[in-house]
Nanobody, 127 residues
């Protein structure tokens, strides 16, 4: 059974860049498609970028010209290079593979947050 594990998410300022990585393991597989999806709070999961039949690449309109999906066959890795990020790109990003019935294997997701604010740090003054 295929296993997918994403990494590379984090907090970035608007206009910044991130690269997400997806490790594919569990055997030798032939996928009909591989892709990156994302789900923002209160919204449905959407397909962001996909490598389909005969390596055809498609992107959601909202990320065209900013995101690039790349597959490394030798390393069994899938990448998503993201540039010029905006707050609208904030979401949990998932790596997924598709068989004949559609996308059926998913990673656990990695959070991408685009915000001009930092994460904050806790200060505690003890007596």
């Amino acid at each position: 059974q295929v296993r997918l594990a994403e990494s590379g998410g984090g907090l970035v300022q608007p206009g910044g860049s991130l690269t997400l990585s997806c490790t594919i393991s569990g055997g030798i597989f032939t996928f009909l498609a591989m892709g990156w999806h994302r789900q923002a709070p209160g919204k449905e999961r959407e397909l962001v970028a996909e490598i389909g039949y005969r390596e055809r690449i498609t992107y959601a309109d909202s990320v065209k010209g900013r995101f690039t999906i790349v597959r490394d066959h030798d390393k069994d890795m899938l990448y998503l290079h993201m540039n010029n990020l905006t707050p609208d790109d904030t979401a949990v990003y998932y790596c997924a593979t598709a068989g004949h019935l559609g996308y059926d294997s998913w990673g656990q997701g990695t959070q991408v947050t685009v915000d001009s604010w930092g994460q904050g740090t806790q200060v505690t003054v003890a007596t």
